[in-house]
């Protein structure tokens, strides 16, 4: 949730706008009877971003808490479903209610051992983005590692390496003082501010 709240920041800060969506994926193996079953039982779900009033970080953690968690207790209710509730257009080259998917993901990755072979987890390539924006973080022992899938149309290299910089910045400066207003929580630490004005 406080990773969630920093690409709502992010976003927020970028676009201008205090009212958006995000999606995010869940997984419906909630219950020990559905684990031996084979298949993919992941639901897109639709998560309201709702920065108004310049809230505290402390309290757009409140807001993104009651939101994950609301959605949560209506993850049994299909994607499609919802879409085809709100009479939504389906178009091939735009995702419904939300361009920006936010997926965390903190699964313990064990390591497998079969005899006699080497096995090396790769990661996927992404040869097409879904959405306009993809966060996709992961938490290990080593820490929390993310990646940003964009469409290329869209988006620069360059612009993408910035918002992963201002990202991270963001979200040290929310940790380190979760009292601050968010439109006063900085896009870049102390260093970069004094490369790019000396630049």
Same mark, same amino acid.
């Given at each position: $949730?406080? !990773? #969630?709240?920093?690409? /709502?920041? !992010? +976003?927020?800060?970028? @676009?201008?706008? /205090? ?11 909630? &219950?020990?009877?559905? /684990? ?29 808490? *009651?939101?994950?968690?609301? %959605?949560? @207790?209506? @993850? ?11 009479? =939504?257009? &389906?178009?091939?080259?735009? @995702?419904? #209610?939300? =361009?920006? $998917?936010? %997926? ?6 064990? /390591? ?16 097409? *983005?879904?959405?306009?924006? %993809? ?18 149309? +869209? ?13 991270? %910045? #963001?979200?040290?400066?929310?940790? *380190? ?5 968010? =439109? ?16």
């Amino acid at each position: $949730m406080v !990773l #969630l709240a920093g690409v /709502e920041i !992010l +976003l927020g800060r970028c @676009s201008g706008q /205090e009212d958006f969506t995000i999606g995010t994926a869940y997984s419906k193996r909630d &219950r020990i009877e559905l /684990e031996p079953i084979v298949g993919f039982f992941v639901n897109s779900l639709v998560l309201r971003a709702d920065l108004s009033r310049n809230p505290t970080f402390r309290e757009l953690l409140v807001r993104v808490r *009651a939101c994950v968690l609301n %959605a949560y @207790s209506h @993850s049994d209710v299909s994607f499609h479903r919802v879409v085809a509730a709100l009479k =939504q257009g &389906r178009e091939l080259n735009n @995702s419904p #209610l939300f =361009q920006v $998917m936010f %997926a965390f993901d903190n699964t313990p990755h064990e /390591e497998l051992y079969l005899d006699s072979l080497s096995i090396e987890r790769l990661p996927p390539e992404v040869t097409r *983005a879904v959405f306009d924006l %993809a966060f996709g973080l992961s938490e290990s022992r080593e820490g929390i590692h993310g990646s940003i899938a964009y469409a290329t149309d +869209l988006f620069e290299r360059e612009t993408i390496e910035q918002l992963a910089t201002q990202y991270t %910045a #963001l979200l040290w400066a929310a940790v *380190a003082d979760p009292g601050r207003r968010i =439109q006063d929580l900085p896009l870049s630490t102390g260093i970069e501010a004094a490369k790019t004005s000396s630049g």
